[in-house]
Structures are given as C-alpha cells and as structure tokens.
C-alpha cells in the first residue's frame, strides 16, 4: 500500500514538490554559509519524493542526546530559515494541501502536504526515519 500511496503522491504533485525542495537545496549549497540549511533542504527533499512509509522526528528526540542542529545555534538557524524561506514554503504547501482535501482520495496526500508545511517552518534538527523508527523512539504513539 505503501508503494500505490508514493507512486499517486508522485504524479498528484509530489514530483513537483519535490523539485521545488531540491531547487532551495541547491540555491543554500551556492554558499558556504548557507550549507547548514542545504542539508536540511536536501533531506526533506527525499522526504518530499517519497514520503509515505517515514516520518520526521527530532534528532534528539530519536537519539536521545543533543547536537549542533538541535542546540541554540539549531534554533537561530531555524530562525533565519523561517524568515528567509520557510514561511513560503509552508504556504506553498499548504495551497496545494488545501484542494487536495476536498476530494477524499486527496486527503492522504493534503496530510503528507499539511505534515511537509510544518517541517518546512522548522527543519534543521530534525531527521527522516521510517515510520517504525520513529514509533520506537517515541513509545507513546
């Protein structure tokens, strides 16, 4: 089922979208200062191609100890993200989530866009697991 919901999310958008998280990756890898946020981009890019099946969480949350992208420095990082180029694409995003939820075929895909929106406000720290990592690391759920 997993496979189905990835090749839809492919040709529904996600290739696109996915194109859209390579192209920031690239545009940060131009500069040496913007590397950190290069690989947060690059990473939530795969994510973004194939997302079903995965999950990000926190790197300190999975790890269960701290490192540069989830310290201080992670956080002022995230900050500059989210002002530079987070906030848009979130938006982007969520518009594409938007009519997606109409239809109840595209719900699936207007949640892994709604999920996408969110990682996209704060992105460095965080890791992209499959999905039973990120259960045993997280008892709870």
Do not use: Y
Not at 62 to 73: E, H, P, Q, V
Request: charged residues 5%.
């Amino acid at each position: 089922m997993i496979l189905i919901l990835n090749l839809l999310w492919l040709v529904c958008g996600g290739f696109l979208a996915a194109l859209v998280w390579f192209a920031a990756a690239v545009l940060f890898a131009l500069s040496i200062v913007g590397l950190p946020w290069r690989r947060a981009a690059g990473n939530i890019a795969l994510f973004t191609l194939w997302p079903f099946g995965q999950t990000a969480i926190a790197r300190d949350e999975l790890t269960g100890r701290g490192d540069l992208g989830t310290s201080l420095f992670g956080s002022l990082g995230n900050i500059v993200w989210l002002l530079l180029v987070g906030w848009w694409l979130a938006l982007g995003h969520l518009a594409v989530a938007v009519p997606l939820a109409v239809s109840i075929i595209g719900i699936p895909f207007a949640w892994q866009h709604v999920k996408l929106a969110g990682l996209a406000l704060w992105p460095i720290g965080m890791a992209v697991v499959p999905n039973g990592v990120a259960s045993s690391a997280r008892p709870g759920e």
